[in-house]
């Protein structure tokens, strides 16, 4: 048995290889080749842009994949959806789908886009939007650039954007956000009610949480007197109670803990001021809840 599964190729990439690294899966790719070799020998892998995806997942060509939420609405994808997972190409966040005009346009709001053009790669669902909100629009596929055309080529775009920079940049400005979006891993209907299919994949969605999580905290772990264990646990955040062990000497403890790692440069001084010695810090592969 194989299962298929469809990583995205192109900004989602490497961000993939690298959380599926930490989750135990070694992809490798060859310059120009869109066959990955996986050290897994029950899966096989394939790069497909992240655009077309869910079609192929949907159509049985893929058992599972790694796309957009926004390109499963686009196609109106019928596919099951394991695990959202807040990642991008540039950090652990979603992105938006967001309606944009010129700085100087006199376009205020998503109702004076009546009887404009519009200008998105995010053609379907679009449409689908305005069409809710009784708004006739043109809407037209854009092949790229898309920041570039208002006011010339269109009067208002729907573009992706993850921090705005780009759009800026462009002197556009954002009259409405219309889909905010995050990376997901969808699987074929049928292949999800095989059993083995299913076991695999639901290993495949554990790992990839639990790597994902890893990503943004850390493990501390240091010695606390007993008579201060008090004092150092009640600054102590942590996803359970934190592990307490007992050391040779019977006036310390061990005290090991899971953190936020953006909390770490703030908690170590007053760990240290409520009595604690030796802490270490140290990456996680995989948090499982």
């Known amino acids: ?141 854009s092949w790229g650039a898309t920041e570039v055309k208002p006011p010339l080529l269109a009067d208002a775009i729907v573009e992706v954007t993850e921090t705005g920079a780009s759009l800026k940049a462009n002197s556009l400005r954002i009259i409405e956000t219309i889909l905010e979006s995050e990376t997901v891993l969808i699987a074929n209907k049928s292949a999800w ?21 890893a990503e943004e905290k850390v493990g501390l772990k240091m010695n606390v007197p007993k008579k201060k264990l008090e004092r150092v646990i009640a600054i102590l955040p942590s996803l359970q109670t934190p592990t307490i062990s007992n050391l040779s000497d019977e006036r310390w403890v061990a005290v090991e803990v899971i953190i936020d790692e953006d909390r770490v440069r703030e908690l170590i001084p007053e760990l240290i001021r409520a009595g604690a010695h030796g802490l270490v810090e140290y990456p996680l592969n995989k948090v499982i809840p």
């Open 1 to 141: 048995m194989k299962l298929k599964i469809g990583l995205p190729k192109g900004s989602l990439q490497e961000s993939t290889f690298k959380l599926f690294k930490k989750a135990g899966y070694n992809i490798n790719v060859r310059e120009r080749s869109y066959v990955p070799v996986i050290n897994d020998p029950e899966i096989e892998c394939l790069l497909i842009r992240a655009q077309e995806m869910a079609r192929y997942v949907e159509d049985g060509v893929l058992d599972v994949g790694i796309t957009g939420l926004d390109w499963v609405l686009e196609q109106d994808a019928q596919v099951v959806e394991l695990v959202r997972l807040k990642y991008g190409k540039v950090g652990f966040r979603g992105v938006k789908w967001v309606v944009a005009v010129p700085v100087n346009s006199s376009i205020k709001t998503i109702k004076d886009l009546n009887g404009k053009k519009v200008a998105t790669e995010l053609v379907s669902f679009t449409k689908r939007y305005f069409k809710q909100r009784g708004i006739h629009a043109e809407v037209e596929f």
């Open 193 to 213: 009610k095989d059993g083995w299919k299913k076991r695999k994949m639901e290993n495949i969605t554990i790992l990839l949480r639990g790597a994902l999580l």
